[in-house]
C-alpha cells in the first residue's frame, strides 16, 4: 500500500543542535512537501520538491533546509535548532501531473521538541 | 499573511445535526479548494475537493457550497457522527501556478453524543 512514513516520530532536542527529519514515501510521487502544524496557525509549508535533486522554499524557511536525495526520501534538516521550532512536522507528497489539483498524502508526523 | 481563512477555530454540534465549517480565501487566483480531515495523532487526509467551475460538490453526508463572488466556501456535515470530530482544513491552489496548496488555520470540530 502507498505510503509516506516519518522517523523519527518524537525527537527532543537541544537549542544549537542539529535535527534531521526524515521522510520516506513510496507512491512514486515526484513532489514532496514539508510542513510544520501550529496551533492558531495551521499548516505553513517550510520547503518542497519536484523531484530527486530539487529543493524549493515555502512560505517558512528561514532556520530550515531540505535535501532530496531521490526520489523516494525527502528530509528536512535545522542546522541550529531554537525552541521557536517546537512544532509537530508532517511531511507530504503529491502527483505532479496533477499541479495544484494533486491530492497531498501525509506522513504521520513527528513531534519535535527543543529545550 | 493568511492566504486562506477558516473563521472558527472549533466548533461543537451534537449527534445527528448539520456542522457547517466555513472558509474564505483572498487570492481570486485560486481555482481549486480541497477539505482535508485530521484525527489527533495522523497526518491530514483528503475529504472533499471542489473546482471554482462548480457551485456545490456532494460526497455522502459531506457537501461543499462554494461562492466565487464573495470568495467563500463551506464544508456542510449532514447528520454528524461523533467519528466525524477532527480537525478540518480548507486548502487552495491554482492548476498553473506551482504545485503546492495554502491551508488555513483549520476547525476542531467535536460532535457530541
Known amino acids: 500500500e502507498a505510503a509516506v512514513t516519518q522517523s523519527p516520530r518524537n525527537k527532543v532536542a537541544v537549542t544549537g543542535g542539529k535535527v534531521t527529519l526524515s521522510c520516506n514515501q513510496t507512491n512514486n510521487h515526484n513532489n514532496m512537501y514539508w510542513y510544520r502544524q501550529d496551533t492558531g496557525h495551521g499548516l505553513r509549508l517550510i520547503h518542497y520538491?519536484?523531484?530527486?535533486?530539487?529543493?524549493e522554499k515555502g512560505d517558512i524557511p528561514d532556520g530550515y533546509k531540505a535535501s532530496r536525495p531521490s526520489q523516494e526520501n525527502f528530509s528536512l534538516i535545522l542546522e541550529l535548532a531554537t525552541p521557536s521550532q517546537t512544532s509537530v512536522y508532517f511531511c507530504?507528497?503529491?502527483?505532479?501531473?496533477?499541479?495544484?489539483?494533486?491530492?497531498?498524502?501525509f506522513g504521520p508526523g513527528t513531534r519535535l521538541t527543543v529545550l | 499573511q493568511q492566504q486562506v481563512r477558516q473563521s472558527s477555530q472549533s466548533l461543537t454540534v451534537w449527534e445527528g445535526e448539520t456542522a457547517i465549517l466555513n472558509c474564505s480565501y483572498e487570492?481570486?487566483?485560486?481555482?481549486?479548494f480541497p477539505w482535508y480531515q485530521q484525527f489527533p495523532g495522523e497526518g491530514p487526509a483528503l475529504l472533499i475537493a471542489i473546482r471554482s467551475v462548480s457551485d456545490k460538490k456532494e460526497d455522502g453526508r459531506f457537501t461543499i457550497f462554494f461562492n466565487k463572488r464573495e470568495k467563500n466556501l463551506s464544508l456542510h456535515i449532514k447528520d454528524s457522527q461523533p467519528g466525524d470530530s477532527a480537525t478540518y482544513f480548507c486548502?487552495?491552489?491554482?492548476?498553473?501556478?506551482?504545485?503546492?496548496?495554502?491551508f488555513g488555520t483549520g476547525t476542531k470540530l467535536q460532535v457530541v453524543p
Open positions: 486548502a487552495a491552489s491554482e492548476r498553473n501556478s506551482g504545485t503546492y496548496q495554502r
Open positions: 507530504a507528497s503529491g502527483d505532479a501531473s496533477g499541479g495544484g489539483y494533486a491530492e497531498q498524502f
Open positions: 487570492n481570486s487566483a485560486f481555482d481549486y
Open positions: 520538491s519536484y523531484g530527486a535533486g530539487s529543493t
